[in-house]
């Protein structure tokens, strides 16, 4: 390799670590009450224990970056921690509409298989997904092609309890565990619409290596 080659591949590589700093890809994180989005949002921040939250969120926060920095790569995303009461639904739409959402973090936990009764997560996947897979915006306006996210990933968190409530049978894998199973329709419509759909487990609380390790999977694999 030529000085000047290795001079240029240099700088090169100081261009691209430089854009992918300033340049942040736009992540939306959705899911019903207490399912731990205000908690991602710390996680992301400062990797770590985060302290319990005590408040639910009201509304909608401005959307802030943060370095997701994994195996020596490094990546700056940018979210808005918005509350998952259903009245706050229609702020996840404005979200993703106003910020050209690239990625969509759709978070739940373990309370459907608790009660079988409880369709907290159900509900609020059912309204994501059609107003995702639509064509038009509810403001009336046609979705451009670049108006439709790149993926959604399907976080199961509080993996460190639901894990050994509910434990793998023998030779299950995780993607088959029964706590995605009220999910597969709305996949598969997402599927359909050319949006790739994959499920993941996290303990956003405890482990910041699973969250880290899950957005930059989206951000390489989709
Ligand atoms: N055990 C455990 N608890 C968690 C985890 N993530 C979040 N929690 C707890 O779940 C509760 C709700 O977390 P939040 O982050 O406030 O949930 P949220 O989705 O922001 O709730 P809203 O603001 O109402 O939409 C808190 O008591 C958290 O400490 C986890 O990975 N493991
Ligand atoms: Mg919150």
């Not at 590589?13 to 019903?32: D, L, P, Q, R, T």
């Not at 009764?117 to 059609?130: C, E, G, P, T």
């Amino acid at each position: 390799m030529s000085l000047m080659t290795g001079f240029a591949i240099l700088v090169g590589e100081a261009v691209i670590g430089f854009w992918k700093k300033v340049h942040a890809i736009n992540f939306g994180v959705y899911g019903s009450t207490m399912v731990g989005k205000t908690t991602l949002s710390h996680q992301l921040r400062t990797r770590g224990e985060v302290p319990q939250i005590n408040q639910r969120t009201v509304g909608l926060h401005r959307a802030t970056r943060k370095n997701v920095k994994i195996d020596g790569d490094s990546h700056t995303i940018k979210s808005a921690d918005i509350g998952g009461e259903a009245i706050y639904w229609k702020e996840w739409v404005k979200d993703m509409q106003k910020r050209r959402v690239k990625y969509i973090i759709f978070m739940i936990d373990h309370r459907h298989l608790d009660t079988e009764a409880n369709l907290d997560h159900q509900v609020a996947w059912k309204f994501l997904v059609d107003t995702i897979v639509s064509d038009f915006w509810p403001t009336g306006r046609k979705k451009r092609d670049s108006d439709y996210p790149m993926a959604i990933g399907i976080w199961a968190n509080k993996y460190d309890i639901w894990g050994e409530k509910y434990p793998l049978e023998e030779g299950e894998t995780i993607d088959k565990h029964k706590i995605f199973e009220p999910f597969k329709y709305g996949m598969r419509q997402l599927n359909d619409k050319g949006i790739p759909c994959f499920k993941y487990i996290v303990s956003a609380k405890s482990d910041p290596e699973m969250v880290y390790r899950g957005v930059m999977t989206m951000i390489k694999d989709y």
